[in-house]
């Protein structure tokens, strides 16, 4: 296993470089620890509400627009939607 290869490879290393080496693994966890944070919290973001779909989607069907409002002008409502997810 490739922990058992790393933790062998670590009597080879001189005591003397032993700080460097720990705040390097240490360091480099953090950044894929940040990374899994930041991606799980994107996915987050960008989640459908599946139950808020269907009732909008049955809203359609009965022909209740009441709750929708018009978009005046599609282009501005377009760049502000880029804008938001950007």
Known sequence: ?????????????????LQALYELIHYFRL??????????SEDED?????????????KIKQGD?????EIGDVKTYIQNLKD???
């Open 84 to 86: 938001e997810i950007s």
């Open 46 to 58: 960008l989640k459908i509400d599946k139950d808020q779909c269907l009732r909008t989607l049955q």
């Open 65 to 69: 627009l009441s709750s929708f409002s």
């Open 31 to 40: 950044g894929i620890n940040s990374e899994i944070v930041q991606e799980s």
């Open 1 to 17: 296993m490739i922990k058992d290869d790393i933790i062998n490879e670590l009597q080879y290393i001189p005591e003397s470089k």
